[in-house]
């Protein structure tokens, strides 16, 4: 596709449940980001994939979030056990290999998740 | 380890005035560094970046940085604001590509409102 494409656009949960959320990059990419925004907000790092690399995943806020990557094709985030506080927009973003540093990052459109 | 900071929450600008919305980061080594855009209800969009050269940079809708290496600055302008412009502006940076990782970290956001 075009961008980056992220599925499903919105998610209401109750807490308690697991939730899978879905980010397709621009192929090509191997740089993947996840990033969480609460309402009116900044960007709040969750999770780096680089190509082959182990990931980055210095900024998952508990052991209730996971993600992964296939290679250099989509990723899932994964939260378990969802709690209110767990309510935001999830933007994922991917940009060209490393050793093209200076290139930026295209953002999907995001999933808000709301969890009552 | 790298930051940005950017330290308005919110910048208030009469239309046809000049705007300026600050950024300050922390890097080892040459940073690259990022404005991006998010309308209400829209994704993130890319406006500018420095790389290496002219420290004043020109991106779109008019808007234009000015990379200062001795304030470790990458202040983002416009010489005539719009209302249409009123949105929220987040800085990012990037480091040195190092160990396999080149993470993108975001500043907080700063608010633009551009009034009639």
């Given at each position: 596709g075009a961008g980056v494409s992220q599925s499903p656009s919105n998610k209401v949960t109750e807490k308690g449940k697991d939730v899978e959320l879905r980010c397709d990059p621009i192929s090509g990419h191997t740089a993947l980001y996840w990033y969480r925004q609460r309402l009116g907000q900044g960007l709040e790092f969750l999770i780096y994939f680089q190509g082959?690399?182990?990931?980055?995943?210095?900024?998952?806020?508990?052991?209730r979030f996971s993600a992964e990557r296939t290679g250099e094709s989509v990723s899932t985030l994964t939260i378990q056990?969802?709690?209110?506080?767990?309510s935001a927009v999830y933007l994922c973003a991917s940009s060209p290999?490393?050793?093209?540093?200076n290139t930026e990052a295209f953002f999907g459109q995001g999933t808000r998740l709301t969890v009552v | 380890a790298q930051s940005v900071a950017q330290p308005e929450d919110q910048v208030n600008v009469a239309e046809g005035n000049p705007l300026t919305v600050k950024c300050t980061y922390s890097v080892s080594g040459n940073p690259y560094l990022f404005w991006y855009v998010q309308y209400p209800n829209r994704g993130l969009q890319f406006l500018l970046k420095y790389i290496t050269g002219d420290n004043l940079v020109k991106g779109s809708y008019g808007f234009e940085a000015e990379f200062n290496k001795s304030q470790t600055s990458f202040h983002l302008k416009k010489p005539s604001a719009l209302v249409s412009d009123s949105a929220l502006y987040f800085c990012a940076v990037r480091g040195p590509f190092s160990g396999g990782y080149n993470k993108l970290i975001f500043g907080a956001g700063t608010r633009l409102a551009v009034h009639p």
């Open positions: 082959n690399s182990a990931p980055d995943k210095s900024g998952l806020p508990s052991d056990r969802t709690q209110q506080e767990d290999p490393v050793r093209r540093p | -």
